[in-house]
């Protein structure tokens, strides 16, 4: 459920690993991008679920949230 919703809030997808490690995972993988050495993307591919936004929903988000600016505009 949170994840779908900050999909939809973001109007972006999200992508998580399911596994324990993926911080570290993550890291990992950052350092051998930046040492240029080139890793399997299908096997990173494992384990991950995306969550992709909906449009409908996100246009009612994004309705509350100019409401909700508008009201903190006011408080300062």
Same mark, same amino acid.
């Given at each position: 459920?949170?994840?779908?919703?900050?999909?939809d %809030? @973001?109007n972006c *997808? #999200?992508? #998580?690993n399911? =596994?324990?490690? @993926?911080?570290?995972? =993550?890291?990992?993988? /950052?350092? /051998? &991008? =930046?040492? !240029?050495? @080139? %890793?399997?993307k299908? $096997? !990173? &591919?494992?384990g %991950?679920?995306?969550?992709?936004?909906?449009?409908?929903r996100h246009? %009612?988000?994004? *309705?509350?949230?100019?409401?909700f600016? *508008? $009201?903190? &505009? *006011?408080l300062?």
């Open positions: 459920f949170w994840l779908q919703m900050l999909a %809030i @973001s *997808k #999200v992508q #998580v399911d =596994g324990m490690l @993926s911080a570290a995972r =993550g890291a990992a993988m /950052l350092a /051998l &991008e =930046g040492l !240029n050495i @080139s %890793i399997d299908q $096997e !990173n &591919e494992a %991950i679920q995306t969550y992709f936004p909906n449009n409908d246009a %009612i988000y994004q *309705k509350h949230f100019m409401s600016s *508008k $009201e903190v &505009e *006011k300062i």
